[in-house]
Structure formats: structure tokens, C-alpha cells
T-cell receptor
């Protein structure tokens, strides 16, 4: 079975540009999570969706960050405008949201997008 | 508040030696516990999980973990480490709506 697919794998762009990261979750999973990983902060949960609806975006660092999930098989994380401090590896993960919640299910991670903002 | 502590930031072992990575959690209810491994340039891969039942859980790649409620611990073990086990290891506790990850332990393996 195909795992979580993220694109692009690497992105290098200049400060001020718009960046769009893409994720295709595992078929049948109904929860999707976006994480950011840096040396300084470790793994941070940015936002997560259940059945395509954003549930908690309290981890989104600023209004420059936005995420959408227009359907069950696709999500985007957008940064506009980008800044050098946004440089990190961004991971998407998916799982099945059962009862009492997705915290009792393992998450399956993509290979990440390594983002460098110059 | 829910939290996960991995007290060892970096561990070095010789190939063939045994390994134990520590994980302590804080969670008010019955925890769902996970160990993930991250190789360089890759995402996190699930090693094993504990939901209930037998407190000794077997995972992939020869790893096992033991849940000890009295110590709020879920330590990861492997009897004989291989060079390919060099990676970063994350412990996580399942809160109701999300996973809470520890800060990770980086494992270095010497030949």
C-alpha cells in the first residue's frame, strides 16, 4: 500500500515568496496532521484535520501559515510570505480517527519536505 | 498536563551490545504509547505500540518495550544492536486528539 506522499521533497526559495507544501494521506485514513521539525524546537504539531475539517490550528505559528484539506486525499500547507525562520522539515501524517479520538491510533508519516528560505 | 520525557538526548553503543532507551510519560488516563524511529532524511516510522493487555510489546526490527504503570515508563529495548539501528527514536503518548512526542534520543552505533 502507498504510504503518505509529500511533495516536493526539497524546496529552496527566497524570502517573501509563497511556498506550498502538498500531502496525500493514506487511503481510508480520516485524520491528517501537519508537523514542523527543527533542531531547536523538535517536532511541533501545527494543525490537524478530521474528515477534512480543521480541528485544532493552535500550533500554526503565524497568520502567514495556512492549511487546507479540500478532500480526503489531498492537503496543502501554505506559507505566504515566507521568512528564513520558516526553514525546517515539514511532515504530514495520517491516521484513522476512532473513538475516543485519534490519539489512540498510530500516525503514519510521509518522508517530509525540507524547506530552505534564503 | 500530558507530557513525555526522554531523558537521554544522545546514546552511543557498540554494535552487538544491548540497548535500552528510556521514556517517561505523564497522562491522567490509561495511556496509549508508541515508539517511532527516524532515519536521516526520512519520516517517522512506527516501531511498536501499547494499548492494553500484555505489558511487554514486541515491535519491528527486533525491538520491544515494556509498560510499567507504577513507574510511568515505557522503555524501548533491543538485545543486540545493529549498525543500521543508528537513528533518532521518539516516544509518544496518545492524548485524546493527538500524539504528544518526546524530544527524541539520538542513537549512535560504533562498529
Amino acid at each position: 500500500d502507498a504510504g503518505v506522499i509529500q511533495s516536493p521533497r526539497h524546496e529552496v526559495t527566497e524570502m517573501g515568496q509563497e511556498v506550498t507544501l502538498r500531502c496525500k494521506p493514506i487511503s481510508g485514513h480520516n485524520s491528517l496532521f501537519w508537523y514542523r521539525q527543527t533542531m531547536m524546537r523538535g517536532l511541533e504539531l501545527l494543525i490537524y484535520f478530521n474528515n477534512n475539517v480543521p480541528i485544532d490550528d493552535s500550533g500554526m505559528p503565524e497568520d502567514r501559515f495556512s492549511a487546507k484539506m479540500p478532500n480526503a486525499s489531498f492537503s496543502t500547507l501554505k506559507i505566504q510570505p515566507s521568512e528564513p525562520r520558516d526553514s525546517a522539515v515539514y511532515f504530514c501524517a495520517s491516521s484513522f480517527w476512532g473513538e475516543p479520538g485519534p490519539g489512540n491510533q498510530p500516525q503514519h508519516f510521509g518522508d517530509g519536505t525540507r524547506l530552505s528560505i534564503l | 498536563a500530558q507530557s513525555v520525557t526522554q531523558p537521554d538526548i544522545h546514546i552511543t553503543v557498540s554494535e552487538g551490545a544491548s540497548l535500552e532507551l528510556r521514556c517517561n510519560y505523564s497522562y491522567g488516563a490509561t495511556p496509549y504509547l508508541f515508539w517511532y524511529v527516524q532515519s536521516p532524511g526520512q519520516g517517522l516510522q512506527l516501531l511498536l505500540k501499547y494499548f492494553s493487555g500484555d505489558t511487554l510489546v514486541q515491535g519491528i526490527k527486533g525491538f520491544e518495550a515494556e509498560f510499567k504503570r507504577s513507574q510511568s515508563s515505557f522503555n524501548l529495548r533491543k538485545p543486540s544492536v545493529h549498525w543500521s539501528d543508528a537513528a533518532e527514536y521518539f516516544c509518544a503518548v496518545g492524548a485524546r486528539e493527538k500524539l504528544i512526542f518526546g524530544t527524541g534520543t539520538r542513537l549512535q552505533v560504533f562498529p
